[in-house]
């Protein structure tokens, strides 16, 4: 199994509040990705990064910021949650970034915003 | 957006009978995975389909990827409990992981 490291694993926090989810890979990729899982949409890519310091949006970015200061990690924030941001966060890693690299996921992050 | 349908949404049978599930969509996509989740786990890569026609299997299952590179389907043949989890299947059409659109997913729940 590829090293990747969610933590925390589980989290309640309440609306308003900040929030960091932490990434961890010990597979030295170069490409980080968050997702989040919502019953009836499936996977939604948030963020991604393709090296240190370079990020991206994906399809629903809106209300979460990322950073990546080191290739091991990559850090979802949620500035002031709320309960739409109710949900399972999934990282992934690839290798390269092509459609033919497999992803790797983490075991997921669910967060409960009350 | 590229929308990705998966259907059944949900499939329950009894060990030992086979099953088809199916990703369908209007857009062409370069490569096609399909991933398998278990409860509490993220999904895990089964397979990438590159070519139209492509047929690719992996023990009791056989995935092809349409002739128009559009639509996919992963056959499973007498199906054990092991096998239930969701499947998943993602297209890439534009070359990069961060274009990769998720289907649904089918919940299948294999019965001893």
Redesign the interface.
């Known amino acids: 199994d590829a090293g990747i490291t969610q933590s925390p694993r589980h989290k309640v926090t309440e609306t308003g509040t900040p929030v960091t989810l932490r990434c961890h890979q010990t597979e030295n990729h170069r490409y980080m990705y968050w997702y989040r899982q919502d019953p009836g949409h499936g996977l939604r890519l948030i963020h991604y990064s393709y090296g240190v310091k370079d990020t991206d949006k994906g399809e629903v970015s809106d209300g979460y910021s990322v950073s990546r200061s080191k290739t091991e990690d990559f850090l979802l924030t949620l500035e002031s949650a709320t309960s739409s941001q109710t949900s399972v966060y999934f990282c992934a890693i690839s290798e390269s970034g092509t459609g033919y690299s497999p992803l790797h996921f983490g075991n997921g992050t669910r967060l409960t915003v009350t | 957006?590229q929308l990705l349908e998966q259907s059944p949404q949900f499939l329950s049978i009894q060990e030992g009978e086979n099953l088809t599930v199916y990703c369908n969509s209007s857009s062409v996509f370069?490569?096609l995975?399909w991933?398998r989740q278990e409860p509490?786990?993220?999904?895990?890569?089964l397979v990438?389909v590159?070519t139209g026609g492509e047929v690719k299997k992996l023990k009791r299952l056989t995935f092809q990827f349409g002739d128009a590179r559009k639509d996919s389907s992963l056959h499973i043949t007498a199906a054990q409990p092991g096998d239930t989890g969701l499947y998943?299947c993602?297209g890439?059409?534009?070359?990069?992981?961060?274009?990769?659109t998720?289907?649904?997913?089918t919940l299948l729940t294999v019965n001893p």
């Open positions: 957006t370069s490569s995975q991933y509490g786990e993220g999904p895990v890569l990438t590159v998943l993602a890439n059409s534009g070359g990069s992981n961060y274009k990769l998720f289907g649904k997913g």
